[in-house]
């Protein structure tokens, strides 16, 4: 079922695996999931539903000409999906933020590769991913992921494990907004853990990097994957925690700086540098090399990309300009929160 909000956009079939599903590659510093204390999907599903709700609505208001379109999908190999775009509109350009719970009697063999021991395992999992690619090249495109995955055995406890983050593309540095987003990143979980902040950023600048550009594709942010510390309770509380941060410290970033006069040479250098976006989506994401190669709703995953890309040969920026700024200061990951004094 498809639900109309709005003129302008483009309908996107959900996909069952958002960015980030096939993440199982664990923190260097910790062993395999951890059998813990039975998840509470409906609680995590209503969570992510809400945020997703939440997210529209706010960004619906930021942009103020432009609204999310709606597509309701049903997985034949079981579950569904929520997924909602908005393309051309003044503020946003193209923004996905999709919901999907889906369910299977096996686990792909391409999310078991790392994980031998959860082979023929059946498995539920459910996330929201959101992608927002601003018009204003003043205005970071931003990142998040949420995602719970269970796997279940007849005769065994289910193995289960939250993942996600959140993390920011500028395209023209502010030393303000950089800090306020990194400070929304160490408040979101430092209720949970003295040193969940930096390994969280490390762990986040460590995966949205480009090796063959030698250069990360943003300021970074939190990333997780394999999260069960705690018991159920306490994770599901940081993943919520995380996700209102979310919120909050991206939506203050679009409205603090949409309104930021704009030119051609600004809005090249944003097309050139979403390349790279496009780059790591398409190379290195695991969660999009995931649903491709399962068979996953191809439209949906791809809604992650930019609506306009560009890519000019063996281009650099001037010395001295705001561009090369960027690069300089802005990406070389940097303890930004203590840097800030």
Not at 277 to 303: H, K
């Amino acid at each position: 079922m498809i639900r109309v909000k709005g003129q302008g956009w483009t309908i996107l079939a959900g996909t069952p695996f958002p960015s980030g599903w096939a993440m199982l590659s664990p923190d260097p510093a910790r062993r395999g999931p951890r059998v813990a204390t039975t998840p509470d999907i409906d609680a995590v599903e209503a969570y992510l539903l809400g945020l997703q709700d939440r997210l529209c609505d706010s960004l619906e208001t930021q942009d103020g000409t432009a609204t999310f379109g709606e597509d309701r999908w049903d997985r034949p190999e079981g579950g569904s999906g929520r997924s909602r775009v908005l393309e051309g509109g003044e503020v946003v350009e193209r923004g996905g933020v999709l919901f999907s719970h889906v369910h299977g009697d096996k686990l792909p063999a391409t999310a078991s590769a790392r994980r031998p021991e959860l082979a023929g395992r059946a498995f539920r999992a459910l996330g929201c991913s959101v992608v927002i690619h601003p018009r204003n090249p003043y205005v970071p495109t931003s990142h998040m992921n949420l995602r719970l995955f269970v796997a279940t055995h007849a005769t065994e406890a289910p193995i289960w494990w939250f993942g996600g983050g959140f993390d920011l593309t500028p395209y023209y540095g502010f030393e303000e907004d950089v800090v306020a987003w990194h400070t929304a990143a160490r408040d979101a979980v430092a209720p949970f853990g003295d040193d969940l902040f930096p390994r969280l950023k490390k762990w986040c600048d460590d995966y949205f990097y480009l090796p063959h550009r030698q250069e990360p594709r943003g300021v970074g942010g939190l990333f997780f994957d394999d999260w069960s510390e705690g018991g159920f309770d306490n994770a599901f509380a940081m993943v919520r925690s995380v996700g209102d941060a979310y919120h909050a410290a991206y939506l203050a970033l679009v409205a603090k700086r949409k309104a930021t006069p704009w030119g051609e040479r600004e809005k090249a250098f944003q097309k050139y540098r979403r390349g790279r976006y496009v780059e790591f989506n398409l190379v290195y994401d695991r969660g999009t090399l995931f649903g491709l190669q399962s068979g996953g709703r191809t439209e949906s995953i791809l809604a992650s990309m930019p609506p306009e890309v560009s890519w000019r040969y063996d281009w650099r920026p001037e010395a001295g300009s705001p561009e090369a700024e960027l690069y300089e200061v802005y990406l070389k990951p940097r303890d930004w929160v203590t840097a800030s004094g």
